[in-house]
């Protein structure tokens, strides 16, 4: 008997001990879930609304958060730490967005009530935040760090730094009013300015520039090339199918297209008439205003609009039914920049993709056999293609001025043409370069 009730003790002193790890389990399990919920809109509020400029969605998200872990005082399902950053990340969206600056300041000093060692985010912080911060820090009794070189106040006996008596805590400094004359010099790079009347956004969203390319065309390997059809309705027609035309080196057409007869093209042996190699030619060179608009601190849609040179020089493929722009470009491009909020870094990798209408042309040297000449001639073959192009790119966007509103763009890019009426589909690269400046 006596065995049995030790047997029966034991059974209940092991329920009692699993009740209890459960007990205790449980709430910790249900904290670590609030937490994550709450780190969740802590972070989008901030690296995504904030630094977007949407202040009023961001101070929603952090006020949830808030809510989500509980009152300050009793039972709280967030960690001091935790608490301390929300209160102060909202401070932040308050002060900066400039939403209600005494709140910030209220949510500062509640941050530092929570948790004293809670501090600043140096991607956030500017020096309008820090003096707002240090404004808390003396409501909430907490001694303000001293400026280089000065003394810091110490107790007795060497006991380190004191916090000072309230009645000898001196003013905080004016602050400015909200949007008059802030200067968007004092944000680091990254963090939001003021975005109301009279102040600088975080970032210049308008860039206005110009620009230079040039590339290199992929010829395709053509014989003949200045033959011409010699008969029929299209008897004026290149022979080829190539998008070849070709001129002599002063820029007429050859062979001559103004004799009804065409006795130039029948003077052009057979087999000798221009034949083309397949290979990389330089080509056109671009010139060109350009237009952008930050959608973001990543995104940039834009235009450019300029002028072609070293086109081909006569007006014969227009009359072949060739579509041609010269000297005319046009695009449209959507530019990528790579990393955190880098429109506003000093160096961001950059990649676009474009698509417009332009010229796309180059010539070679082509030696031609006429039946009548004791040598053979020299002239010039242009391949003519266009004008509706893509194109994609990369590069290095370089940022200069104390506002980061000056930006060169270095960079390559790959064309290819789209088969229009008698256009080939051709391939060019090159190099570009523009220089922006933003508003």
């Given at each position: 008997m006596r065995a049995r009730r030790g047997a029966v003790r034991?059974?209940?002193?092991?329920?009692?001990?699993a009740a209890s790890i459960s007990v205790v389990s449980s709430p910790a399990r249900a904290q670590n879930k609030v937490e994550q919920q709450a780190?969740?809109?802590q972070k989008k509020a901030i690296e995504e609304d904030y630094l977007s400029t949407e202040f009023s969605k961001a101070e929603d998200r952090l006020n949830k958060a808030i809510n989500l872990c509980g009152p300050a005082s009793g039972e709280s399902k967030c960690s001091a730490q935790l608490r301390a950053q929300l209160r102060r990340d909202l401070g932040v969206v308050?002060?900066?967005g400039q939403i209600d600056r005494e709140k910030g300041i209220a949510n500062f000093a509640e941050a530092l009530r929570i948790d004293p060692n809670v501090a600043l985010d140096p991607d956030t912080r500017t020096s309008d935040l820090e003096q707002a911060f240090d404004t808390a820090k003396r409501k909430a009794?907490?001694?303000v760090s001293a400026p280089?070189?000065?003394s810091p106040a110490s107790g007795p006996s060497g006991a380190g730094p004191q916090p000072l008596p309230r009645e000898l805590v001196p003013p905080p400094p004016p602050q400015a009013k909200p949007g008059a004359g802030s200067d968007s010099s004092d944000c680091p790079p990254g963090a939001p300015c003021d975005t109301k009347a009279g102040s600088q956004p975080a970032f210049p969203r308008v860039w206005i520039g110009a620009g230079l390319g040039f590339e290199f065309l992929q010829l395709p390997a053509g014989d003949d090339v200045c033959k011409l059809n010699g008969e029929g309705s299209n008897k004026y027609a290149p022979k080829n199918d190539k998008g070849y035309y070709c001129t002599t080196p002063d820029g007429s057409d050859y062979p001559t297209r103004s004799d009804p007869?065409?006795?130039?093209?029948q003077k052009l042996v057979e087999g000798k008439a221009g034949k083309v190699e397949s290979g990389l030619l330089p080509a056109n060179l671009r010139v060109w205003l350009s237009f952008d608009y930050a959608l973001s601190a990543n995104f940039l849609l834009g235009a450019r609009l300029g002028l072609v040179l070293r086109t081909y020089p006569g007006s014969e493929p227009k009359k072949d039914g060739h579509v041609t722009l010269a000297p005319f470009h046009l695009e449209a491009r959507l530019t990528y920049l790579i990393g955190k909020n880098a429109i506003t870094q000093t160096v961001a990798p950059y990649v676009f993709v474009a698509s417009g209408a332009s010229q796309f042309d180059a010539k070679v040297?082509?030696?031609?056999?006429?039946?009548?000449a004791p040598a053979p001639r020299t002239v010039h073959a242009w391949e003519i293609a266009g004008p509706w192009f893509v194109a994609l790119g990369a590069g290095a966007r370089i940022t200069f001025g104390e506002r980061k509103n000056l930006a060169l763009l270095l960079g390559a890019r790959g064309n290819l043409t789209m088969p229009v009426a008698k256009s080939q589909v051709v391939p060019s690269f090159g190099p570009e370069a523009n220089f922006q400046v933003g508003f």
């Open positions: 034991n059974g209940l002193l092991a329920i009692g001990f780190r969740t809109l308050q002060i900066g009794g907490i001694a280089p070189g000065a007869a065409l006795r130039d093209n040297e082509v030696p031609v056999r006429e039946n009548d």
